[in-house]
């Protein structure tokens, strides 16, 4: 598992879910969505879930489910 992975599975781990906003800002992510596909294909429960924005856009959230 690459390092950005693990610290992405360390945080949803912790309960709390990540958005590629917050991704690239703690990690240094720039493909969120590709470091969720690996985790999945590795077998964990991953749920996207939309989320608004203060400007009122809308991002993909991430949460793991236990």
Known sequence: ???QEKKI?????????ITPL???SLFDCLRLG?????????????????ILTRTGKR???????V
């Open 1 to 3: 598992m690459k390092s």
């Open 9 to 17: 599975l360390t945080h949803l781990k912790s309960g709390r879910r």
């Open 22 to 24: 917050q991704a690239l």
């Open 34 to 50: 590709a470091r969720i596909h690996r985790l999945r294909k590795q077998g964990y429960n991953i749920t996207t879930e939309s």
């Open 59 to 65: 991002v993909a959230g991430y949460r793991l489910e």
